[in-house]
């Protein structure tokens, strides 16, 4: 299981009534981390730094666990939304397979070359990604397949088609910021606070 962060009201700290997002690997290290905009010139002070860093636990009952105000984590969220929205030009990206397109025009989603099935190494925050991406296939495959192709909407391999789409990082968490920060929202309207912790 990967990290995750947990946010829920103080008054159902186990999420019973399941209202909170879920926020998993991607949004806990390169959101709460600040891993997407490390070294770069710092948009946040210290104090929120450390509030969007949730601290772990590994067990609710434990006493250190503390309350967060809705108010201020909803701020700093606000923050980085807009940060990710000024900055989605210079910022990583990823480039994968449009699936949705695929499915609505009735195409197979899975990447296979030569009987191997594959994936792309589309996203520039881990890997070499500009105009050209690598296709690479999944271990224990038949063939080993290493290919670079160019970037383009709409792309054909082996008599294939495949739609391909390029997410920037205020494309990717934009959805998921909004939805905490209205359930800050319903936090700040209800007078209550809220925890904010990660696990794995």
């Not at 991607?26 to 946040?44: H, Q, S």
């Not at 909803?74 to 900055?87: G, M, Q, S, T």
């Not at 690479?136 to 008599?159: D, K, L, Q, R, T």
Request: overall charge negative.
């Amino acid at each position: 299981m990967g990290a995750e962060i947990h946010i829920s009201l103080e008054s159902d700290k186990y999420d019973d009534k399941e209202l909170a997002p879920f926020l998993g690997r991607d949004f806990y290290f390169e959101i709460t981390r600040g891993a997407i905009w490390e070294g770069r010139e710092p948009f946040l002070n210290e104090l929120e730094v450390k509030l969007l860093k949730a601290p772990y636990y590994e067990e609710f009952e434990d006493e250190s666990v503390k309350l967060v105000n809705p108010v201020k984590l909803r701020i700093v969220l606000e923050k980085v939304k807009r940060y990710l929205d000024n900055n989605r030009d210079s910022l990583a990206f990823e480039i994968d397979i449009d699936f949705e397109r695929m499915k609505k025009e009735g195409l197979i989603t899975d990447l296979i070359i030569n009987e191997s099935r594959c994936w792309i190494k589309g996203d520039s925050f881990y890997y070499n990604v500009t105009d050209k991406v690598e296709i690479v296939n999944y271990p224990m495959e038949p063939a080993e397949i290493s290919i670079w192709i160019n970037y383009s909407e709409e792309i054909i391999i082996n008599n294939k088609k495949y739609f391909l789409e390029k997410t920037t990082r205020f494309e990717k968490f934009a959805a998921i910021i909004d939805k905490v920060i209205d359930f800050c929202k319903n936090a700040e309207k209800n007078n209550e606070r809220v925890y904010w912790l990660y696990s794995h």
